[in-house]
């Protein structure tokens, strides 16, 4: 069947069953409960420390087949992943399905447990080599993949059920009281653990830095936790925040950050009360800077940031740009200090920032958001998962989420990357629906979507001049000539499910 | 057609394939493809084939395309010229023009080869590079030496060293040379560019250099780097009060041909033709900075 954007998928797939088809982004009222647990307890006299990891499994009732999930607040510097899965190994256990938030290069050793049969299926997100690895067809049931509102919804749907949470806890008391701005491994926001915590079957905290109790502040309070252990290391620094991140100096990324700023001046959305989000990557940064400059020039002030806070957003609440900052994840030194001293620097959980289906979530009050894509289309569909390729190499993040939310969504991305071209005739993959992206800046030229007429106007009138999506695509191919296709089998090998549960599209075996 | 302004040429390095191609994108009023000192003597070839190739396929919309060939006297540049040239570039820069006779051996080429090609005569533009004392010397000359010259640069580096001056970041050993570029251009009727600031960082000193070029009396600047070029428009955009005074100038001088009258005056000061170009000028700027 194909779904309202015809995108070819299947009514049924192999060892996930009968699967839903987009309809719109918008389109899909839910109608199950939301998922209700067992109530556990603990006596006064229990306790909650366990001396070591391998206690805390076993007391968790681990056992083949089960759904544990893991936060990704640690990046690239996270130890507790492999310290989980090596030690499930050695237990003998089969048949996990894993739910990370996110995967990185870090996690590469998550291949050898696939290989050796500890995990047959992977539902949240995937990376590099483990997404190349599902592209040649290592797992028999296909990776879901979720973007963070997504996968929040899915959890207290009960559709992504947790046997076990393993919460990496950069500090954590002896009753299970946590948070990530203190510690060696401090992390700042821990909101993607959030939703794991409250809905998990068992949680286990694993902390390198446990304090007397109580803990304070507490991100994840010590009644969704069951146990705490206490390890050397949770993980390496250096790859858990960054220093200061650095804006490009690409002049042609420049060129992009600079129009995608006019964008957002010329859209009207530029006054007080505005609320913004934008990545980490260094076009972004630059955008958020130009619109940083151009906020204190015309002396607006916004109401909010949102997304993965940078120093950049930090720095721009200090100067009172913004009242707020709403933080899922912290990317440098500078958020994780700021989460830490600021009070109206707030965490927020995964589902306070995205999911679709609680009572409103963050994203619903965006005025703008800055992203990026590996493929944009002639209907605005874009591509964040699979690249040029076919091969399945990139999570969703808040892609979907934060694209059908703000008022103003942005695509900021070079027409070409090396001889590939980004702008396309149709893209490999769809993650966002083209109803959800509104304007396309390229260093070639900017195309804005032909339903947001309003736009259009109001660029017409700040003397921006547009092309139509076709003649961008066209222009790349004109200078890299039209590539070849890249070539699938019939086997799917993941599934891209929309925020709302339905499912977009679904990814195949590259040949 | 409407007449180009010449606030920047950004250089790029020929036999950079990535750079030739993302030349246009960053707005510099022109851009000049260099075969000469980004390229080293083994890659000459491969250079101008590809800048050959770059012209006949990259679309640059309305920068001007200039590619600065190798000077005759190396064994480069006929055959840079006889290539490039059936290309069709907006111009050639020439390095290191001494004398009336440079100009006319490029304009006899030139000649040739707009007839074999079909082209329209006198399409494709010189625009010689002064770099030595004799250069300098002859530059009177060499501005007045084809309808084919429509603007005039100077080389600060290869200058200071024929002339034995010592080169540095306040420039004041390029006062002489600056000045005397200048006056040739206007007795010659044609534009002049200033030579690249060199320190790719010092945004403060390039704005410095510019302002000051452009008090001299300069039409633009040759950039080394796509970063320059916004801090350069940005000293010849004019101020709001300009614009306003500009139009004012405009309008009066329309209402006065409406009208027939001969001289004109404004706020109680005459308005000549010196002034009613100036105020064009100011709105060409004014136009291509997006204030109009």
Do not use: W
């Amino acid at each position: 069947m194909k779904n309202k954007i015809g995108r070819e998928i299947p009514d049924e797939i192999k060892g996930i069953g009968k699967i839903k088809p987009f309809m719109g982004a918008f389109s899909t009222i839910p109608s199950c409960d939301r998922m209700s647990l067992p109530i556990t307890f603990k006596n006064r006299d229990e306790k909650k420390i366990i001396s070591n990891l391998k206690e805390a499994v076993k007391k968790a009732g681990i056992k083949d087949g089960m759904t544990v999930s893991f936060h990704h607040h640690l990046r690239n510097g996270d130890y507790v992943v492999a310290m989980v899965l090596d030690l499930l190994a050695d237990l003998g256990i089969k048949n996990l399905t894993i739910a990370p938030t996110a995967l990185f290069p870090v996690h590469k050793s998550v291949t050898k447990h696939i290989e050796s049969g500890l995990v047959s299926s992977i539902q949240g997100s995937v990376n590099g080599p483990i997404g190349a690895l599902s592209s040649h067809g290592a797992f028999d049931v296909p990776v879901i993949l979720r973007s963070h509102g997504g996968r929040a919804r899915a959890i207290e749907a009960g559709e992504l059920k947790i046997d076990i949470a393993f919460i990496a806890a950069p500090s954590a008391d002896q009753y299970g009281n946590l948070n990530g701005i203190e510690g060696p491994s401090a992390c700042g926001s821990l909101g993607y653990a959030m939703t794991d915590a409250m809905c998990a079957d068992k949680v286990i905290a694993i902390t390198d830095h446990l304090v007397d109790y109580p803990l304070f502040p507490i991100s994840i309070p010590q009644i969704y936790v069951d146990y705490v252990v206490q390890v050397d290391k949770i993980g390496d620094p250096k790859g858990i925040t960054s220093g200061t991140l650095e804006i490009t100096k690409n002049p042609l990324r420049l060129v992009i950050a600079r129009r995608v700023a006019e964008i957002i001046e010329a859209s009207g959305l530029l006054k007080n009360g505005f609320s913004f989000q934008a990545g980490a990557g260094g076009t972004s940064l630059a955008v958020t800077q130009f619109v940083a400059e151009k906020m204190t020039e015309m002396g607006i002030r916004g109401s909010f940031g949102s997304g993965g806070i940078t120093g950049y957003f930090v720095k721009m609440l200090k100067e009172n740009l913004f009242k707020s900052l709403f933080d899922v994840q912290s990317f440098d030194l500078e958020a994780v200090q700021s989460l830490k001293d600021n009070p109206n620097h707030l965490e927020m959980s995964a589902s306070f920032y995205a999911n679709p289906h609680n009572r409103g979530c963050v994203v619903n009050n965006l005025d703008a958001v800055i992203l990026g894509a590996t493929q944009i289309d002639h209907h605005f569909n874009v591509n964040v998962n699979t690249e040029s390729d076919g091969v399945l190499l990139h999570g969703i993040g808040g892609h979907m989420d934060t694209a059908a939310g703000a008022k103003l969504t942005i695509i900021a991305t070079p027409l070409l990357r090396g001889r590939i071209p980004i702008v396309v005739d149709k893209v490999i993959t769809v993650t966002s629906p083209g109803e959800t992206v509104d304007v396309l800046v390229t260093e070639r030229g900017i195309a804005v979507n032909p339903n947001r007429k309003d736009l259009i106007d109001k660029f017409k009138e700040a003397k921006i001049s547009l092309k139509n999506i076709q003649d961008l695509s066209k222009e790349a191919y004109d200078l890299t000539g039209i590539p070849e296709e890249p070539r699938f089998t019939e086997k799917i090998i993941g599934m891209v499910e929309y925020r709302d549960g339905t499912v977009i599209d679904v990814i195949r075996q590259v040949k | 057609m409407k007449k180009r302004l010449r606030r920047t040429a950004l250089y790029v390095p020929g036999n950079d394939p990535s750079m030739i191609q993302n030349a246009g994108i960053f707005g510099s009023d022109a851009i000049v493809l260099d075969l000469e000192d980004a390229v080293s003597v083994n890659e000459k070839d491969a250079a101008r084939l590809l800048v050959r190739n770059a012209l006949k396929n990259i679309n640059y919309g309305n920068t001007e395309v200039i590619v600065r060939i190798n000077s005759f006297f190396t064994p480069f540049g006929k055959d840079d010229l006889e290539i490039i040239g059936r290309a069709h570039p907006d111009g050639i820069r020439v390095p290191k023009v001494e004398t009336i006779q440079d100009i006319q051996n490029i304009e006899k080429f030139l000649d040739r080869i707009e007839a074999e090609e079909k082209f329209e005569k006198n399409s494709i533009k010189i625009l010689p590079s002064i770099e030595s004392a004799l250069g300098l010397f002859n530059v009177f000359e060499i501005a007045k030496a084809s309808q084919r010259i429509e603007v005039i640069n100077f080389g600060a580096e290869d200058y200071t060293a024929d002339i034995g001056a010592e080169r540095t970041k306040e420039g004041k050993e390029l006062f002489d040379i600056r000045t005397r570029m200048l006056l040739a251009a206007r007795v010659a009727g044609i534009e002049v560019q200033d030579s690249v600031f060199a320190h790719v960082r010092d945004t403060e000193g390039l704005i410095r250099e510019t302002q000051f070029i452009k008090q001299l009396g300069f039409d633009g600047k040759s950039v080394i780097h796509p970063s320059q070029i916004l801090p350069v428009h940005q000293v010849f955009t004019p101020s709001q009060e300009e614009i306003a005074r500009a139009k004012r100038i405009i309008f009066a001088i329309k209402e006065a041909e409406k009208k027939k009258s001969g001289v004109i005056s404004l706020d109680g000061r005459m308005v000549d033709a010196p002034v009613v170009a100036k105020a064009r000028r100011v709105l060409d700027y004014a136009q291509a900075a997006g204030l109009l």
